[in-house]
């Protein structure tokens, strides 16, 4: 009888648990964990380093992965870095002269191949090689001859921007000088200063001694120049021409190529290695790097980017994305050895229209300026994008080292966030 009346309670007790029994739970939200991860080990890397602050972004063809902003993008204030903190980008910037290129190109207002003196007021040509004409293509593919020199480049280019409190910042800085705001004037004025043998910033090394088209040499002047025939040939300034064609249709609502151009409030202060800060500046030379955007921005933008690769593009035609991507140069038109066929994320290897492929399957540009780093790659096979910018000089190794370790670090997850 006891035994029967055990078995009886034992029964009771299991029903009775079995009824309070919750519901199975959700399942887990792997995309979530990997996000988190990720945040928790880039803000830790943030933390246990130099850089102040920093965004990045992963996408696909079809759209943003991931993105999020570390560290400050105001130490003294203590406001955060977000993915929609803004600054310039440096030479990134340049990939938009590729597309708008290609675009007036479809407008049928100018072809990669013309002569660029068609379209100028003023004369260029290489004082080594006078006759040659320099094309669009060629200054496109770095190959016009024309050479970026430290005393009328890097000491002429950049300026402080007007209406500053210069109190507690640093204006020195030994690799580019940020010269007084009045000292501002236009890129056609500057270009023909420097490029024309009229010019008061002319000298003959402004030209290496390679025809045009013969020898791959990285220009900023060439890339401005480039920028300039194009208001020539459509009519229309470069910033505005760039706002109606390619920002406006990525919705890049946060994106300008100046402080007018953008919510000021939200644009990161720029910092030295040692963390001292730096003015706000622009360049005479805008269009090769001074595009002002954000992470969640240059998300949209290198999707559009992998698109085109695909043939999905929306900013440009198929045959004009073909174009824009194609590899342009080959190994005559580089000093021996130059090449770097190692580095994953070298757009230099092979240079299409301002973009660059690595020889290990990446397409895309990267930057630097005072106070600022960027990176911006794409897996041509895996249709995969990762962008990352910091507003803190890179000074010495171990800050480098720091910065390739965020880039590693977005490398480990980019392929699962993707599934």
């Known amino acids: 009888m006891k035994q029967i009346t055990f078995i009886i309670i034992l029964a009771a007790i299991v029903i009775s648990c079995t009824s309070k029994r919750q519901p199975p739970s959700e399942p887990v939200n792997l995309t979530q964990l990997l996000t988190d991860s990720l945040t928790a080990e880039l803000d830790s890397m943030q933390k246990a380093g130099g850089i102040v602050g920093f965004a990045v972004s992963i996408v696909n063809q079809n759209g943003t992965l991931y993105e999020k902003g570390f560290g400050y993008s105001n130490i003294e204030t203590k406001e955060k870095y977000t993915q929609h903190t803004i600054q310039h980008i440096a030479s990134i910037s340049k990939t938009l002269i590729g597309i708008a290129l290609m675009k007036a190109q479809e407008m049928g207002k100018l072809k990669l191949d013309d002569p660029i003196q068609h379209y100028l007021s003023f004369k260029v040509f290489n004082p080594y090689h006078p006759d040659a004409q320099i094309t669009i293509r060629q200054l496109a593919t770095h190959t016009s001859g024309i050479n970026d020199t430290d005393e009328y480049y890097m000491a002429k280019s950049w300026v402080l921007t007007k209406n500053q409190d210069l109190e507690n910042v640093s204006t020195e800085y030994p690799a580019q000088t940020l010269n007084p705001s009045d000292s501002i004037m236009s890129i056609e004025k500057y270009l023909k200063e420097y490029l024309n043998v009229?010019?008061?910033?002319?000298?003959?090394?402004?030209?290496?001694?390679?025809?045009?088209g013969e020898r791959h040499n990285y220009s900023n002047v060439?890339?401005?120049?480039?920028?300039?025939?194009?208001?020539?040939a459509t009519g229309q300034a470069f910033d505005e021409f760039t706002q109606q064609y390619i920002l406006k249709p990525l919705n890049m609502n946060a994106s300008g190529w100046a402080l007018t151009d953008v919510d000021i409030d939200k644009h990161s202060r720029l910092y030295r290695a040692d963390h001292t800060l730096l003015p706000f500046y622009t360049a005479i030379t805008y269009p090769d790097g001074m595009l002002i955007t954000s992470?969640?921005?240059?998300?949209?933008?290198?999707?559009?980017?992998?698109?085109?690769?695909?043939?999905?593009?929306?900013?440009?035609?198929?045959e004009s994305y073909k174009e824009f991507y194609k590899k342009q140069l080959t190994d005559s038109n580089f000093e021996e050895g130059s090449r770097n066929a190692s580095h994953p994320y070298n757009g230099d290897y092979d240079p299409a229209i301002f973009i660059g492929h690595s020889a290990l399957g990446f397409a895309g540009h990267s930057g630097g300026d005072a106070g600022v780093s960027t990176w911006l790659y794409f897996n041509k096979e895996k249709s995969t994008g990762m962008y990352m910018a910091i507003n803190t000089d890179i000074g010495d190794r171990k800050r480098e080292l720091e910065y390739y370790a965020i880039w590693e670090k977005m490398e480990e997850y980019v392929d699962r966030l993707n599934q």
């Open 198 to 212: 009229t010019g008061a910033y002319y000298q003959k090394n402004n030209y290496i001694d390679f025809k045009a």
């Open 222 to 232: 060439g890339s401005t120049l480039a920028a300039l025939v194009l208001e020539k």
């Open 295 to 318: 992470s969640s921005d240059i998300a949209k933008y290198t999707t559009e980017l992998i698109k085109g690769f695909r043939g999905e593009g929306t900013l440009l035609s198929n």
